[in-house]
């Protein structure tokens, strides 16, 4: 073929290096079966191909199991990674944001499909080096959720994904997910002086980075996460990955079948809008408020953008996780803080459930009260 005679290899989508791309999402999402195995959602695959047919027995369940389906995405924290040339965490935001959603509701995360558009596969843009990086990721996330993978789409898009630097790309996807009808939390569960407990999150985990973005941008300029801070550039401190909390959380409250272990009245987990947001969310259907007196700190990278930017405590307090990624409401303080102890979880009462009908934190010896 004549080098000037259009195709559709140089207009942008190699055919052939998109199958060698899903190939490697395959392989990888194979090796996620391996975490539902014997389990309910264990992946059944009568034809061993990646365009072949995947799929999960549902049959003979009893009539109070219940299912649904949560949807999210990574948003510009994957420019964070385009930033720093590291790509093998960013599958943890991915799966957190949907994973974590899932329990909020009492359900048990099962099975996650993604679709990843990128710009171009090319090898001029690493494309396929920073698949398998995706990849990896997608191993050890999964195994941290304890859920399968069960499909991946991949798209050439050209121009309508960019980013930084040459390689492009978005990463979104969904869960399937399934409960007790009886475990379902419906938010009425909470009681004036159940307790607080909070399990601490050591980055931004996926929210907020487009303020963080401005906020350095404007202070530091074009390149500022390549400014260090104690031994680690901005890039690597922001591009922490988020920690999954769903699978610790179905096993507290007994999966799908068992009994729970111990009481829990109510999960929020702190994404956008920060704890005025989700806490509120999972406050409104009883009509409470919560005092919250010692949550955690923020983690440095937080602070120092906070400062950095001349953000008010408010303001940050809706905008970032500010150390706090998941908050249960629990009877059974104690049990809950030991149960998690043994799983090696970060966590600690921070406060309590209250008859008022606002939110108050204590933030650095001051009080931020917050109207639901």
Known sequence: MNSQQTSYTNSGVD?????????????????????TKGKFGEVIVPFDDFSG?????????????????GFDGVGTKIEIAER????????????????????????????LGSVL??????????????????????????????????????AELGSRVAGFGKFNYTW???????????????????DVGDKLIALQENGFRSNGLSLVRKIFSNRYGYDWHEITLNGKTLG??????????????AELRGGIFDEPKVKISGVAHITGG???????????????????????????????????????????????NMGNGMLIATPESEKV??????????????????????????????FLNLPL
Request: proline content about 4%.
């Open 337 to 366: 803080l030991q149960l998690l102890s043994e799983k090696n979880v970060e966590a600690k009462i921070c406060g309590e459930i209250t008859g008022e009908k606002n939110i108050s934190i204590r933030s650095k010896q001051t």
């Open 117 to 154: 558009d990128v710009n171009s596969l090319s090898q001029k843009n690493n494309g396929i080096e920073i698949i398998e990086q995706l990849a990896l990721g997608y191993v050890d996330a999964a195994k941290e959720a304890g859920v399968a993978v069960i499909n991946g789409e991949l």
């Open 84 to 111: 720093v040339g590291k790509h093998d965490t960013i599958a943890f935001d991915l799966f957190a944001m949907v994973c974590d959603d899932a329990v909020v509701r009492g359900g048990v995360p099962v099975l």
């Open 236 to 249: 690597e401190h922001v591009l922490t990955p988020s920690k999954i909390y769903s699978k610790i959380i």
């Open 172 to 190: 979104s996807s969904g869960i399937l997910w399934f409960a007790k009808e009886s475990k379902l939390f419906t938010g009425k569960e909470i």
């Open 274 to 320: 920060g704890i005025p947001e989700k806490l509120g969310r999972m406050l409104k259907p009883s009509g409470l408020g919560a005092l919250i007196d010692e949550p955690f700190s923020p983690p440095e990278i937080i602070q120092r953008c906070q400062e950095v930017g001349d953000i008010s405590n408010e303001e940050a307090y809706r905008a970032w």
């Open 15 to 35: 055919i052939d290096l998109g199958n060698q791309a899903s190939k490697i999402l395959y392989e990888a999402a194979k090796q996620t079966w391996e975490n």
């Open 53 to 69: 047919l995947r799929a999960i027995r549902v049959g003979n369940l009893p009539t109070d199991i219940v299912a649904s389906l």
